[in-house]
């Protein structure tokens, strides 16, 4: 017999960002942070997880190709799924698994993205998300999300936040252990729906320093971090819950612009710099800053991660439809292929 369950998860996208990690292997960060969770239709990870007598070994597979589950990040979110595993039963089939069947039966996994892996779209976040939850609903796991999301967090930092759908805070926590460093969601999905999420594919290139390696870089050599992780991020969340809490769209996109900003900027502090923005990233940037002062009120937001691709969150329909008109203005696609890089995703789950 085998026994399978399938979870599909999206994307999030972080408005003011995590960067910076206080312990490496339990991935615990040194800030909150807050994202929003991209609709599943658009950037998101399906995940089939399957378990067998008949098979011998873990093993995974990536976009149909096959990938070592030796790394200590798959490793730490089997064990401790497994650990929480309960007994399951399939009377129809004739399957009965106990707790401690768990242990020795095997799994494997198969994960595709409906996105380039290479683009730099936080591919691991939906990614270890999404094997978190399909192995937790296979191993009969009665955690709740909050708890799962600290078995993500494990596979990914940023990954802690895709288990729910709206806004989402990725609280820092205090303890060694990581227990108190989990994911709330703020608001759902319905709460602020009109809000439209555009992403500008300025590169499909991969993304030439990790951000695990890049935020130990930052951490290790940089002298703003701190100022940033202690004195600025603090006040930032605030702000931002507030913003969300109002759907105060002018303050949203000050703090979402200058968070950004300034992730870029402790990049740049870190020694030897590390540039994510390109050229074209700076010019969209431009672009839309002269835009939000040219109108009464700010239109849209922007804000990239660990990468040149931009992230635009238009406050409306409307507005994302001018938006997406100026982009192409500007930023005339170079080929009919380039029209595909104009990803266009409502926030909801
Ligand atoms: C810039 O979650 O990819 O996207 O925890 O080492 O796997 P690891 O890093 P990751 O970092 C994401 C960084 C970011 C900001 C963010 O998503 O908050």
């Known amino acids: 017999w085998v ?29 909150d942070s807050i994202s929003v969770t991209l609709d599943p239709s658009h950037l998101c990870t399906t995940t089939t997880v399957a378990v067998s007598p008949s098979f011998t070994s873990d093993r995974m597979w990536l976009n149909g190709k096959e990938i070592p589950l030796s790394g200590g990040r798959y490793q730490n979110c089997l064990r401790e799924i497994r650990s929480r595993a309960s007994d399951v039963e399939d009377a129809e089939k004739g399957i009965k698994i106990t707790k401690k069947d768990w242990e020795k039966l095997h799994l494997h996994i198969a994960s595709y993205n409906n996105f380039p892996t290479a683009a730099g779209l936080a591919s691991s976040a939906a990614g270890f998300a999404c094997l978190v939850f399909s192995l937790a609903k296979l191993m009969n796991v009665k955690e709740d999300n909050g708890q799962l999301s600290a078995i993500a967090r494990q596979g990914s930092g940023s990954a802690c936040r895709s288990l729910y759908g709206g806004f989402v805070k990725w609280i820092m926590g205090k303890d060694d252990k990581g227990s108190d ?9 319905n709460h602020w729906d009109e809000l439209v999420i555009l992403i500008a594919v300025v590169s499909s290139r991969q993304k030439e320093t990790s951000s695990t390696s890049g935020m130990r870089e930052t951490v290790d050599t940089s002298p703003l971090i701190q100022h940033r992780a202690a004195e600025v991020v603090p006040k930032r969340i605030l ?21 950004s900003n ?4 402790v990049c740049l502090d870190t020694s030897p710099p590390i540039f994510y923005m390109n050229d074209t990233s700076h010019r969209i940037i431009s672009c839309v800053e002269k835009w939000n002062r040219s109108e009464e009120t700010p239109q849209v937001a922007y ?16 507005t994302a439809a001018l938006l997406l008109q100026r982009l192409l203005f500007h930023f005339p696609p170079q080929s009919d292929a380039d029209l595909n890089s104009y990803v266009v995703g409502d926030k909801s789950i």
């Not at 460093?181 to 999905?189: F, G, M, N, P």
Request: net charge negative; with cysteine.
């Open 262 to 265: 300034q992730f870029h900027a």
């Open 303 to 318: 804000t990239f991660d660990a990468g040149p691709n931009a992230v635009l969150i238009a406050r409306n329909r409307k």
């Open 3 to 31: 026994l399978t369950v399938m979870a599909q998860t999206p994307t999030n996208i972080a408005v003011i960002k995590y960067w910076g990690k206080r312990d490496e292997s339990l991935i615990l960060p040194i800030n």
């Open 239 to 259: 702000q931002m819950e507030e913003a969300i809490k109002n759907r105060d769209f002018p303050t949203f996109v000050q703090l979402t612009c200058s968070d």
């Open 181 to 189: 460093s989990i994911a709330v969601q703020l608001v759902d999905e």
